[in-house]
């Protein structure tokens, strides 16, 4: 019986990695800071403690933000498997290769591929809509609980009485503020908060569902799709089904 022979495909370029483990680890930064806040009551929380639990979260926010903007500035500039065409499942080729793959698990053969196989696709998509709903949101959330940007000053200035500086207010003290403005502002606030919570827990559920088909998939396949994240590097048995053209013609 003929040995398989394995061979080094360079895949994720530095740019792709350095988003994804800055993405890893401020997403569980703020999911972490997240479950404390919403548990604040329970926690004994003071109100000075869950304001300066809030800043952080706010700073830990703009980084996931920012490096989510580089993602898509990555998605049309990048490398072959950072572009959107090889990551979301919006190709013309998706429906029979994902019908293709899922034979593939089946019959015990899976196909291999460098970039993300159609379900990692269509995990991807998942993951970004609840990325970039979370970054909106909390960008939102931001400006209305501590009057930071982008929307602050103009929160500032809604709530803000006549005759007080809308810079000089404190997050969290409603002395400061004009009782009716600040009102109709919590009321602009509430969609976005529940929304953000609602988007929390299902964040929650697709990191872990992402989490466990990468562990599954590097159990059965022993193909790198781990340590690809750390070198760029997959190490396949086979000739993967999307290598690129340019490759083949090598």
């Given at each position: 019986?003929q040995?398989?022979?394995?061979?080094v495909?360079?895949?994720?370029?530095?740019?792709?990695?350095?988003f994804?483990?800055i993405?890893?680890?401020?997403?569980?930064a703020l999911?972490?800071?997240g479950?404390?806040?919403?548990?604040?009551?329970?926690?004994?929380?003071?109100?000075d403690?869950?304001?300066?639990?809030?800043?952080?979260?706010?700073?830990?926010?703009?980084?996931?933000?920012?490096?989510l903007l580089?993602?898509?500035?990555?998605?049309?500039?990048?490398?072959?498997?950072?572009?959107?065409r090889?990551?979301?499942?919006?190709s013309?080729?998706?429906?029979?290769?994902?019908?293709?793959?899922?034979g593939?698990?089946?019959?015990?053969?899976?196909?291999?591929?460098?970039?993300?196989?159609?379900?990692?696709?269509?995990?991807?998509?998942v993951?970004?809509?609840?990325?970039f709903?979370?970054?909106?949101?909390?960008l939102?959330?931001a400006?209305?609980?501590?009057?930071?940007?982008?929307?602050?000053?103009?929160i500032?200035?809604?709530?803000?009485?006549?005759g007080?500086?809308?810079a000089?207010?404190?997050?969290?003290?409603?002395?400061?503020?004009?009782a009716?403005?600040?009102?109709?502002?919590?009321?602009?606030r509430?969609?976005?908060?529940?929304?953000?919570i609602?988007?929390?827990?299902?964040?929650?559920?697709?990191?872990?569902?992402?989490?466990a088909?990468?562990?599954?998939?590097?159990?059965?396949?022993?193909?790198?799709?781990?340590?690809?994240?750390?070198?760029?590097?997959?190490?396949l048995?086979?000739?993967?089904?999307?290598?690129?053209?340019?490759?083949?013609?090598?």
């Amino acid at each position: 019986m003929q040995q398989a022979k394995f061979v080094v495909h360079r895949v994720w370029d530095r740019g792709i990695r350095w988003f994804h483990w800055i993405n890893v680890v401020s997403v569980l930064a703020l999911l972490g800071i997240g479950l404390v806040i919403y548990n604040g009551k329970a926690l004994g929380i003071s109100g000075d403690a869950k304001i300066w639990l809030k800043e952080l979260h706010v700073w830990i926010g703009y980084v996931f933000a920012l490096n989510l903007l580089w993602r898509v500035v990555q998605g049309f500039r990048g490398s072959h498997f950072a572009r959107w065409r090889a990551t979301l499942p919006f190709s013309r080729d998706f429906l029979p290769e994902l019908r293709a793959h899922l034979g593939s698990l089946r019959s015990g053969k899976p196909r291999h591929y460098l970039g993300h196989n159609p379900l990692g696709r269509l995990m991807v998509l998942v993951l970004f809509l609840l990325l970039f709903a979370q970054a909106i949101t909390g960008l939102v959330l931001a400006g209305t609980d501590l009057y930071y940007p982008p929307l602050g000053s103009w929160i500032a200035q809604w709530v803000a009485p006549a005759g007080v500086e809308p810079a000089s207010l404190v997050p969290g003290n409603k002395s400061m503020v004009d009782a009716t403005a600040w009102a109709e502002m919590r009321e602009f606030r509430s969609p976005f908060i529940s929304l953000h919570i609602l988007v929390f827990f299902a964040l929650l559920g697709a990191v872990s569902l992402h989490v466990a088909g990468v562990v599954i998939t590097e159990i059965k396949q022993r193909v790198g799709i781990i340590s690809a994240m750390f070198t760029g590097e997959k190490v396949l048995p086979e000739q993967p089904v999307d290598i690129p053209e340019a490759s083949l013609e090598k």
